[in-house]
């Protein structure tokens, strides 16, 4: 008996070494990139990672992989401070890659002016999604605020998407005549009255709105809204562009400290700028992102309706002070639950 | 655990080597990670910890987590004795399917239950449309989080009960029946003291599993502040604002509560076992 247990002990640990050191040997070193991103850009990336391949091989002779992974994008940044070693950051918020930058001190404070264009390559915004023929005939955010309306969007405190949705309506209350803070609050407040689930994530609260036929209008942003209708049916809903909306500038950042650990500095600095190129720009308008490339967007207009926009910087003065004023535990958005 | 020590007859030599496997087993799976976690919250003052504890919408989370599993364990117990009995005391065409289904939720991605059950309890849901027209909403409502719960522990349920109602012998019962007791008679004074433990045990596993369950309830919960939002909610958004102190002190006190609940289920059914130990 002894033996045999000891043996069989031996082997676990011999088998556990060498699973570990496969494991290791798999995630560095190759010359492949590890780009963590957020959910909703599985499919562009999917498509993107095969063109970059292409370019740069044609470039340096030699081949490159790159591997995705996605989650929320908080989770996913909290998985880079951590120990997740992306040698590229793709998420839905600056605040995220603020804090690989702050808390894991992975790069340099400045990496939001390393690219253009607030180091993000496409843009997006928020509208509405509602069922066909907009039977309650949502056509601006006000609409939202009517008794009886039901609207769904996930929660601000788990999910990336939910507070560029929070931020859109406040925004818009804001540049209203007679807009100040207090008013603002006073119709997010009167929003989330409306709002009967507070979905963990963007793509549940999809899934709330799409599969389950609760709400009469679903917050979205607009590359999800596009998809859902064209993943889901166009005969049951309709995408309903608000009047005004945020620019919501999802950025990229190569991972300094962990590019120099694995060697990759050249390809994943040449992965970020090749967004920007016309071939980045393409697949990025082609996945339903709006492309910054001016030429590119021209050509995909049709896809993008005109739409006022304004920005966390210019409207709430950044994204650190937001997330503490807003999202931050005993912040406004909390106050709005408060108990009476 | 168990509280009553017996001189233990070695059948198996080696307690020495099983031994430190077990306690470097427990240490490396359990004992050193949950132990970081309450370093963790020593960030946190003390004064700021019970602020982070004690604050209205923590205590709400609590209640409905801590008692929709207790709930979802009692209900659970009964279903799984039930469930059990039929299994183990009849043969039937399907039984074997049967076995399978009560397995399903452990084998289940929790966030494929979640959209499953919330699909079918939502008010245009297969089942939730029936309930909503009476005036019931599940999903979204306490009730939903307790089905969720339900639906996670009952394996548990079952399988604790059903290896030991196996084992009763049914000559105690039809020795019983020759004395004359009814049929309720036996049932309560026979086979159901020799069961209890193992129904407690199982009530103890179902509850364990629910009161950490996330993947399941969340779809089905809505989340509202005050009103459905369960613990590990709480903790995935303090998270989610970075705030490791306040995540791990929510999982710290979620964990010593379980514990202590577990640890009073044990004691229980060591009692139960040492007091009906009549056979």
Sequence with gaps: MKPI???????????????????????????????????????????????????????????????????????????????????????????????????????????QSRLPNNSSPYTSTIVFLVRKGNPRGIKDWPDLLKPGTSVVTPSPKTSGGARWNYLAAWGYALKQNGGNEAAARDFVTQLYRNVPVLDSGA?????????????????????????????????????VVPSTSILAEPPVAVVDKNVDKHGTRAQAEEYVKYLYSDEGQEIAARRYYRPRNPAVFAKYAARFPAVKLFTVDDTFGGWTKTQKVHFADGGIFDQIYQPK | MIAAARVQRK???????????????????????????????????????????????????????????????IIDSVAGLLIAWVLVRYDFFGKRLMEALIDIPLALPTAVAGIALTTAYSEHGVLGRHLAERGIPVAFTPLGVTVALVFVG??????????????????????????????????????????????????????????????????????????????????????????????????????????????????????????????
Excluded: C
């Excluded at chain 1, 549940?204 to 917050?219: C, D, E, P, R, S």
């Excluded at chain 2, 409905?64 to 979802?72: D, H, K, T």
């Design chain 1, 5 to 111: 247990v000891r043996n069989s002990l031996l082997l676990i640990g011999v088998l556990a070494i060498t699973l570990a050191y496969v494991a290791q040997s798999a995630l560095a070193g190759d010359g492949s990139l590890l780009n963590v991103s957020y959910d909703p850009t599985r499919e562009f990336y999917q498509e993107y990672n095969a063109a970059f391949a292409k370019h740069w091989q044609q470039k340096s002779g030699k081949s490159v992989s790159v591997r995705q992974s996605h989650g929320g994008s908080g989770k996913q940044a909290r998985s880079v401070i951590d120990g997740l070693e992306a040698d590229v950051v793709t998420l839905a918020l600056a605040y995220d890659i603020q804090e690989i930058a702050e808390r894991g001190k992975l790069l340099p404070d400045n990496w």
């Design chain 1, 203 to 239: 793509r549940g609260a999809t899934i709330t709105f799409v599969k389950h036929g609760i709400g009469h209008v679903l917050i979205a942003w607009e590359n999800e809204a596009l998809l859902a209708i064209n993943e889901m049916g166009k005969d049951n809903f309709e995408i």
């Design chain 2, 11 to 73: 059948t198996l030599p080696g307690f020495r080597l099983t031994m430190g496997f077990t306690l470097l087993y427990l240490a490396l799976i359990v004992i050193v990670p949950l132990s970081s976690l309450f370093g963790k919250t020593q960030a946190l003052g003390l004064g700021a910890l019970w602020d982070a504890l004690t604050s209205a919408r923590v205590l709400a989370a609590f209640r409905l987590s801590v008692g929709a599993a207790i709930l979802a364990a």
């Design chain 2, 154 to 279: 009952l394996p548990f349920a079952v399988r604790a009960v059903q290896p030991v109602l196996a084992d009763v012998e049914i000559e105690l019962e039809e020795a019983a029946a020759s004395l004359g007791a009814t049929r309720t008679q036996i049932f309560r004074r026979v086979t159901f003291p020799l069961i209890l433990p193992a129904i407690v045990s199982g009530a103890a596993q179902a509850f364990a599993r629910a009161v950490g369950e996330y993947g399941s309830v969340v779809f089905i919960s809505g989340n509202m502040p005050m009103k459905t939002e369960i613990v590990p909610l709480l903790i995935v958004s303090k998270l989610e604002q970075y705030d490791y102190a306040g995540a791990t002190a929510l999982a710290a006190a979620m964990l010593l509560l379980s514990l202590g609940l577990l640890i009073l289920l044990h004691r229980l059914q060591g009692a139960i076992q040492v007091g009906g130990d009549h056979t």
